[in-house]
């Protein structure tokens, strides 16, 4: 079958849009791995859920079904959108090389806007409120009979308050002043703290010197070695802040909320851009947002 001049936008879209998903695919990011994915099919949802999940029990006389917490959190949809503008005549002169590098970028783009979005969440939590109407990261968390917890720390990087942290987070309660059984299991920090937190976590002997009782110094063994994943991230705002995450639990410390999952379309040919103004429009669109899961799961150290 013979091509005519008004194939070509339309075999350009089809090449185009398998460029971007497969860049799109291929792009590295981190933050799927401290969100959970929850599909989302209206403007906004309310999390009335979120909170401890009763813990098991000897079946006596009658099951005792946990009501939901008193608190709503709700995550109102967001819609995002990043477009691209690709001259007439680069397609017509067939400069499919340079078209496919833009599109590249859009892909590359969308991608890296979910990590933006959810690690500025992350770093927003001391001024941010979550699902019982405290700050994610606060001193004075409360819930039934918790009694009052704290998720916040205000100590620099280092192996005392990384230890402190680690021990606060595995005394967590539930709302019937049960242990959570939450086990920190990564490490979040700004690229200025990327060479502590090496030091700490792969280092064979604590970094700091350990005084011996004979008094003669010496070296101990680093007990956090191996302990901890680490992600270091460009979108924590403040550059001595860091974060300790529960990664495996069911709820992950922050919510992911799509409803409409990334889109990659085309304004072109006998389009209204193409005819008026002698160019294509390529564009990406989504609908999600974030927001906070359990602060069970998060501890951060906001240091002045």
């Not at 460029?19 to 906004?44: L, M």
């Not at 109407?133 to 620099?156: C, L, R, Y």
């Not at 002997?205 to 003669?216: D, R, T």
Request: overall charge negative; glycine content about 6%; some cysteine.
């Amino acid at each position: 079958m013979t091509l005519v001049k008004s194939d070509i936008p339309r075999l350009l879209e089809a090449g185009l849009k398998t460029v971007f998903f497969d860049s799109y695919t291929a792009a590295g990011s981190d933050y799927e791995r401290i969100v959970t994915v929850v599909p989302s099919e209206q403007d906004a949802e309310t999390y009335a859920w979120l909170g401890s999940v009763p813990k098991m029990r000897e079946f006596k006389d009658e099951r005792m079904p946990a009501d939901l917490l008193e608190h709503e959190y709700t995550i109102k949809n967001r819609t995002w959108e990043a477009s691209i503008a690709v001259d007439r005549a680069a397609v017509e002169d067939d400069l499919y090389g340079q078209i496919k590098l833009r599109v590249q970028g859009l892909a590359r783009e969308a991608r890296r806007h979910l990590d933006e979005i959810v690690f500025s969440l992350l770093s927003e939590g001391f001024t941010a409120v979550c699902h019982d109407g405290q700050f994610f990261f606060d001193a004075d968390h409360s819930e039934g009979e918790s009694g009052v917890q704290s998720n916040k720390g205000t100590s620099a990087l280092g192996t005392a308050s990384l230890e402190q942290a680690i021990t606060a987070m595995m005394r967590f309660k539930d709302d019937q002043g049960k242990p959570l059984g939450i086990v920190p299991d990564t490490l979040v920090v700004p690229p200025d703290l990327q060479w502590t937190a090496l030091e700490l976590l792969n280092s064979n002997y604590y970094p700091e010197l350990i005084a011996s009782a004979a008094g003669s110094q010496k070296l101990s063994a680093n007990p956090l070695k191996g302990r901890l994943d680490l992600i270091v991230s460009p979108y924590l705002a403040d550059t001595n802040n860091w974060f300790l995450l529960a990664t495996r639990w069911v709820i992950r410390p922050i919510i992911f909320q799509m409803r409409v999952p990334v889109e990659f379309s085309a304004l072109e040919g006998a389009s209204e851009s193409g005819f008026m103004r002698d160019r294509y429009v390529y564009g990406v669109r989504a609908r999600y947002n974030v927001g906070f899961g359990l602060w069970q799961t998060a501890y951060g150290a906001m240091v002045s």
